[in-house]
């Protein structure tokens, strides 16, 4: 099996070793099951299992009252448990008694587990109570662009801020298909190796199909999947924008608490993601409101008609979220900074990027004190100081 290069892999892999029971999360199909059978692969322990809970004989194992029973159960399949032993298993959330199985476990045998789950509402909530101090989570998400590249057997470099305003037309030139490529179809791996576009237009609506109906149907009686779809292109569409509840609710004609619960859902599963506002005078900034980004551009394209603009924006939010938290900026005038990073960097997203951009975002950004301003671009019509084409990111 052919693996490909994760940015997180050495992280898992500097885990391995360690007792603790390695945790990965993130929505379905994000390469969680590929990322487990490379560091199976990487592992020093000889006796390996692997065990996928969406068959359903293993669920049965795993529901096993008696604890004992899946140790024999080990043993009959040939395990010696005066050794160590490694067992990885695939969606955990769907054995509700998993943590108290694994905490006995892990308590009683030299076993070391890695697990995969789709809900980060059940790893850090359900799943974290009853297993502190005995995990690390690491969240996979879908491909940044730099693992794009990777994939298609090209190298990026990874470039500080200050360093990515150094313009190679050479390299813009080589990139520039790709990048527009992780702009249109997102980065799920499955998507980024399937060579056609028809082909990648139907694993996005089966990606999208399979996680409303398998991963929110697993954590929540959703009665109407029809209402949680309207609901999704409603937010596909306004990407980007701040959220505003009662407009959504009396669009889709949902209750405002039914809005609200899917809302968290979605954002706890890996579909979206909010991000607040920067305040340094709460009395001037608005406070409450959170703009909506979608974790993958391909899944936001598929639902719903986005602008130019707002796939552009949404694809730098991704790059952005590995870089550190992320936040906005805005005044009740309407003027704003589209992000700030770690509150040290203001970044202002335009298509095309002129240099009275950069004013505007330093002018903006000296209310908060910071210096360091940037302008991300997608088309390099012109470059100026502290201009960023956004394959650099």
């Known amino acids: 099996m052919k693996f490909y290069n994760r940015r997180i892999f050495d992280d898992l892999k500097a885990h391995l070793p360690k007792r603790q029971i390695t945790v990965l999360t993130g929505m379905r199909r994000t ?5 487990v059978r490379q560091l199976l692969s990487e592992s020093g322990i000889k006796q390996q299992f692997y065990f996928d809970l969406e068959r359903i004989d293993n669920r049965v194992l795993f529901a096993e ?3 004992e029973h899946i140790v024999r159960a080990f043993q009959q399949q040939g395990a010696d448990l005066s050794k160590p032993l490694l067992v ?23 076993i070391k587990f890695i697990v995969t789950g789709s809900s980060s509402f059940y790893i850090k909530n359900l799943f974290s109570e009853s297993l502190a101090g005995r995990k690390k989570i690491f969240e996979v998400y879908p491909l940044n662009f730099h693992e794009l590249l990777a994939f298609n057997g090209l190298n990026a470099p990874n470039l500080a801020l200050s360093e990515a305003t150094q313009f190679v037309a050479s390299t813009y030139q080589q990139l520039r298909p790709y990048y527009e490529e992780y702009i249109q179809y997102g980065g799920f791996p499955e998507v980024v190796l399937e060579p056609s576009v028809e082909g990648k237009k139907d694993l996005l609506q089966d990606i999208l199909s399979a996680y409303i109906n398998f991963d929110i149907s697993a954590l929540s009686d959703i009665r109407n999947p029809a209402n949680l779809y309207k609901l999704i292109k409603l937010l596909s569409v306004r990407t980007g924008s701040r959220l505003d509840v009662s407009k959504l609710t009396s669009i889709a004609g949902i209750s405002r608490p039914t809005v609200e619960n899917y809302l968290y859902l979605l954002e706890n599963s890996y579909l979206i993601r909010t991000i607040p506002v920067l305040t340094a005078s709460p009395d001037r900034e608005i406070t409450k409101a959170r703009k909506i980004y979608f974790l993958d551009n391909g899944i936001a394209a598929a639902v719903g008609e986005l602008s130019s603009g707002a796939k552009f924006e949404n694809a730098v939010f991704n790059q952005l979220l590995h870089r550190g938290d992320v936040a906005y900026y805005q005044l009740k005038n309407g003027k704003e900074i589209d992000f700030i990073v770690n509150k040290e960097y203001a970044l202002e997203v335009k298509e095309t990027a002129v240099e009275a951009d950069l004013k505007q975002v330093r002018d903006l950004a000296a209310n908060l004190g910071i210096n360091a301003c940037y302008v991300v671009g997608r088309d390099p019509v012109k470059q100026f100081p502290a201009f960023i084409w956004g394959g650099y990111l």
């Open 88 to 110: 990885a298993i695939d969606e955990i959330q769907l054995v509700p008694n998993l943590p108290s199985v694994l905490k006995y476990l892990y308590d009683n045998y030299p």
């Open 31 to 35: 390469g969680k099951t590929t990322l």
């Open 65 to 67: 009252q008696n604890y």
